[in-house]
């Protein structure tokens, strides 16, 4: 690699999402002058909608079951567990580490896949336990026959605040931030891009716009949502721990059960996975998907029964960019384009990771 600067180099970068902005302040952390262009910016994104709990890969909600993929997931969300464990101690980024526990049906042994996972990444977490005891010492329903446990220090990140605060790092950084839509094949348009921008890198981070803009046929929304409740009312005692029910062989896709703290005030409740479809357009009233949520979510932890749904937003919800098989993030072939995209639901635990791998590959094109 040459010791030349990147002073002189510049970046666009497609997509204001938590990658995108990621992937914008890691290319400006290694000299490259960025700009961001996007359709839309936070609130009007997934990002926002994200429960955004850090989860070592394959995740509770996601989809990847591809073995190169998880592979490279692996990496990627042990370096953003070690930069969100930082920026937790800056209140202002709405990261927040918090014990989170993982129940099971079935001792961890009998599942392969669950336990190789816990035994890679107990040691890289803060306040790793395994313990029965955890399933009685959190009031959860004695009906749900739990066998196994474990518990550590997980980032939860607020994503309304880290969305503002990764918007404004980019900002006060000197990032260029226009809201526009690209539309087209970044490929066939990739000359006049640079031309415009002054571009010697394009980074496509436009999730479900990948489709259009990389021609990705293998893309498709999973989608999700969180139910919200009070998590400060007079009527329920505060959660401050995330509670998570891990599906297995024997679990259904819309089995899972997320229950996060977000900021001090709220709850959020999760989860289903459906895929291929496009309308956000579903609530408590109108999808009976989302009901289940709550009676599953209460029924598991029955203190919830007291909770009260937020009148203002009862339910958030978003189309998670996913991707068949794995997540693309590669350099297009013969051209000055950076793909980093197909995040599913693992976004935000994976963004960091990513986007150092991005500025990464940028600089090798750069002087290739």
């Known amino acids: 690699m040459s010791n030349f600067s990147t002073k002189h180099s510049q970046a666009l970068v497609i997509g204001a999402g938590v990658n995108g902005l990621t992937s914008a302040l890691c290319l400006e952390k290694e000299g490259f002058k960025v700009t961001v262009v996007a359709e839309d910016f936070a609130p009007n994104i997934t990002s926002v909608v994200a429960g955004a709990l850090w989860e070592y890969p394959p995740a509770v909600c996601g989809h990847h079951r591809n073995e190169k993929s998880i592979a490279r997931s692996k990496e990627w969300c042990i370096t953003s567990y070690n930069i969100f464990a ?11 580490m918090r014990p989170v526990v993982f129940f099971f049906k079935r001792p961890i042994e009998d599942n392969d896949r669950e336990y190789n996972k816990m035994l890679e990444f107990s040691t890289k977490v803060q306040g790793f336990e395994r313990n029965s005891h955890l399933i009685q010492d959190n009031d959860i329903n004695a009906n749900e026959e739990l066998k196994d446990a474990y518990t550590f220090l997980a980032p939860i990140v607020d994503t309304d605040m880290y969305m503002d605060w990764l918007l404004k790092q980019a900002e ?12 087209g094949s970044l490929l ?4 006049d891009l640079k031309a415009e921008f002054g571009a010697d890198v394009i980074v496509n981070c436009s999730g479900l716009g990948s489709i259009e803009l990389a021609l990705d046929d293998t893309m498709y929304p999973l989608r999700g949502a969180l ?3 009070l998590n400060n009312s007079t009527t329920m005692a505060p959660v401050l721990k995330s509670y998570c029910m891990s599906f297995d062989d024997s679990t259904s896709n819309q089995d899972m ?14 989860g289903i996975v459906e895929s291929d479809e496009w309308s956000t357009d579903i609530g ?5 998907p989302v009901r289940n949520i709550l009676e599953r979510c209460i029924d598991f932890l029955p203190i919830l029964e007291d909770a009260n749904i937020d009148n203002a937003e009862p339910v958030r919800v978003g189309l998670r960019p996913s991707r068949k098989e794995n997540i693309r993030l590669e350099a297009e072939p013969n051209s000055s384009i950076i793909h980093n995209y197909g995040h599913g639901g693992s976004g935000v ?17 750069y002087y290739s």
């Open 86 to 96: 930082e920026l937790a101690s800056n209140s202002e980024t709405g990261v927040r």
């Open 172 to 183: 006060n950084s000197g990032i260029n931030i226009i809201q526009r839509k690209i539309s």
């Open 188 to 191: 066939e348009q990739e000359k």
């Open 227 to 229: 139910v919200r409740v």
């Open 257 to 270: 059960i997320y229950i996060i703290p977000r900021g001090d005030d709220m709850l959020l409740l999760g």
């Open 284 to 288: 408590l009233n109108n999808h009976q």
């Open 349 to 365: 635990t994976l963004s960091w990771g990513c986007a150092i791998e991005v500025a990464s590959l940028a600089k090798t094109k």
